[in-house]
């Protein structure tokens, strides 16, 4: 559309020149009369003007649901949409809440309920886990996602024996300042799920996943004892030595047509690395091999003597070798060492790991 004044051509629908603001003719397609800038229709023919087909870009973004999958997140976060993960869920709230708040003023509620909460959120970030949401008197948090762990069933239950251990020393100021005692329970629950990003509102997206695992983490917190930590089956075969439970039996659970054999945590178990838990199952044996392992023996008897070195061939391999040499025999392997001061439950590795400071 070219400016009558200046001559310039400007995009079609424009009602201004963008060099020298002068207004433009507002011709019709249909039977080339001019209109005024301001009309929406010839006033000769009746069709609609150019001006009048302009989208309107103000009106789209009102009529659009609240509530979208986001397509023009940052390429970091639109990544993830649609990805399938498996991951550990934590559902974690304060037990009786609502009987604790019935009776005080809510700056009351808040001053006691705000610290829990802080210290079930700070123990799931100790272990690298997301905050999903907070529900007032609780959380639900992911392991797993976004961040990968292959190790995520172990470190929601870390974070959530921490979070008993610390919120029952929180109780503990709080019965000696004369409020009642609060006490949390806890679920877990690891399968499948997929995760996307949500846009909510203007430059607010949610990262969240959808699936019948959370689900089914939201029922075991349901189904802990006060105090406690529940999982499920899929949960226990991940973490089974690692932490010692107890059966809670097969529980009927809503929404799912099947009993769920619900187990509760009752802290850490006796194996610490998967080393050790390969060994619990029973480690391969070496076949046809027996020379090196002859080679291996003698390299072991030269070292307690102080004059041992490794053989060339193979070092990287014969160094991890060499350390089950004496498990070989009776198929039982050695306790791993530990620094003086640590617990009997933990080897260096874990301490390194979960960086215990109870």
Not at 79 to 98: H, M, N, Q, Y
Not at 170 to 191: D, K
């Amino acid at each position: 559309m070219r400016c009558e004044k200046c001559g310039t051509e400007n995009p079609a629908g424009k009602r201004f020149c963008g060099d020298c603001g002068a207004a433009l003719a507002n011709r019709c397609a249909q039977c080339g009369a001019d209109n005024p800038p301001e009309k929406k229709f010839c006033g000769d023919c009746g069709a609609a003007l150019a001006t009048a087909a302009r989208p309107s870009t103000a009106r789209g973004n009102s009529d659009a649901s609240p509530i979208r999958v986001a397509s023009d997140a940052p390429l970091e976060a639109s990544a993830a949409d649609g990805e399938r993960k498996t991951v550990t869920a934590l559902f974690a709230d304060i037990k009786g809440s609502t009987e604790l708040e019935e009776d005080l003023d809510p700056e009351e509620a808040r001053a006691i309920v705000d610290p829990a909460l802080k210290l079930m959120i700070d123990a799931v970030r100790r272990y690298d886990g997301y905050i999903m949401q907070s529900t007032g008197d609780g959380i639900f948090a992911l392991f797993g996602a976004p961040v990968a762990h292959e190790d995520h069933p172990q470190r929601a239950l870390y974070a959530a024996l921490r979070m008993q251990e610390e919120l029952k020393k929180y109780s503990a100021r709080l019965r000696e300042a004369g409020n009642l005692p609060i006490e949390a329970r806890v679920g877990v629950n690891t399968g499948e799920v997929v995760v996307r990003s949500i846009a909510t509102g203007e430059g607010h997206t949610e990262y969240t996943p959808i699936g019948h695992t959370t689900n089914l983490a939201s029922r075991m917190q349901a189904l802990a004892p006060t105090g406690s930590i529940a999982v499920s089956e899929q949960t226990r075969k991940l973490v089974e030595g690692y932490f010692a439970l107890k059966p809670l039996g097969p529980t009927k659970v809503k929404g799912v047509t099947e009993p769920v054999n619900v187990y509760e945590v009752t802290g850490f178990g006796p194996l610490c690395t998967r080393l050790q838990r390969s060994a619990g199952r029973g480690l391969t044996k070496f076949v046809g091999r027996a020379r090196e392992m002859e080679a291996l023996a003698r390299a072991s008897e030269q070292a307690r003597s102080g004059g041992g070195r490794l053989p060339r061939r193979d070092r990287i391999r014969a160094k991890d070798e060499l350390q089950n040499v004496g498990t070989t025999r009776d198929h039982q392997p050695r306790a791993p060492a530990r620094p003086a001061g640590t617990s009997r439950r933990c080897s260096r590795d874990a301490r390194r790991h979960l960086q215990l400071v109870y």
